[in-house]
């Protein structure tokens, strides 16, 4: 598993988009090399909404970021859970909401930074009409089995050891590609290993205060380590 064999199973997902006819989509790899040379490698997968005018198949990077959702309160939100997990392998102690207030995002080419040492992506590839969450377009997208096996195959392609799963329909879609999880939907923490990746639900971005990510990140460390 390396850079290389996640950048040739993107390369099979491109090939089914042609074959599927899809023209707009957007495929996922690390925004920077150095992710690869991180012990602890760790996922946030979101639900993000789209802007229509992106044209093509197109890897995402760190400029279509800061050119497309560097206003976003998602984006915006993830940022922060990315500052807070690169803090607690730093530091290896309990976060505080406090502290999650004081980062700084408000520069993005520095702080896009941060999210390199992690791996962004979101559930949603294809660009369509529909430019918010599209529920029903997400979970029968799955329904389609190479979709299902390309995401565990690019969860153990990129090494991932923690994958943070974001919002009530990533949590019904992970169940959908991985039904030996059965995670829950609920306020109440829980994670479950499975497969060498520990799978951490948390409530989407938008919607989640300083006080949940600390909280909910504290938990997820402890049974990490």
């Not at 229509?52 to 309160?73: F, V």
């Not at 995401?151 to 153990?156: L, T």
């Amino acid at each position: 598993m390396s850079k290389e064999s996640l950048q040739k199973l993107n390369e099979t997902l491109i090939q089914h988009f042609k074959e599927t006819g899809v023209k707009n989509a957007l495929y996922y790899e690390p925004l920077f090399d150095y992710y690869w040379e991180q012990k602890d490698k760790i996922g946030l997968c979101n639900l993000e909404s789209y802007d229509k005018e992106i044209q093509g198949i197109n890897r995402i990077s760190a400029e279509r970021i800061l050119d497309y959702w560097s206003n976003a309160q998602t984006l915006q939100k993830s940022l922060k859970i990315f500052q807070a997990i690169n803090w607690k392998l730093e530091n290896k102690n309990y976060i505080t909401e406090e502290q999650i207030k004081l980062f700084d995002n408000k520069n993005w080419e520095n702080a896009i930074d941060e999210m390199g040492c992690s791996l962004y992506f979101n559930l949603r590839l294809t660009i369509g009409s529909q430019v918010n969450e599209d529920k029903k377009g997400i979970t029968e997208f799955y329904n389609d089995s190479f979709y299902a096996d390309y995401f565990r195959r690019f969860v153990k392609e990129s090494e991932l050891k923690m994958l943070i799963i974001t919002g009530e329909t990533g949590v019904n879609v992970i169940n959908k590609i991985y039904p030996e999880l059965n995670l829950i939907w609920s306020d109440e923490m829980q994670a479950k290993r499975y497969d060498g990746v520990l799978f951490c639900p948390m409530q989407h971005p938008s919607r989640i205060s300083y006080k949940k990510i600390a909280d909910d990140l504290n938990y997820f460390f402890d049974l990490y380590e």
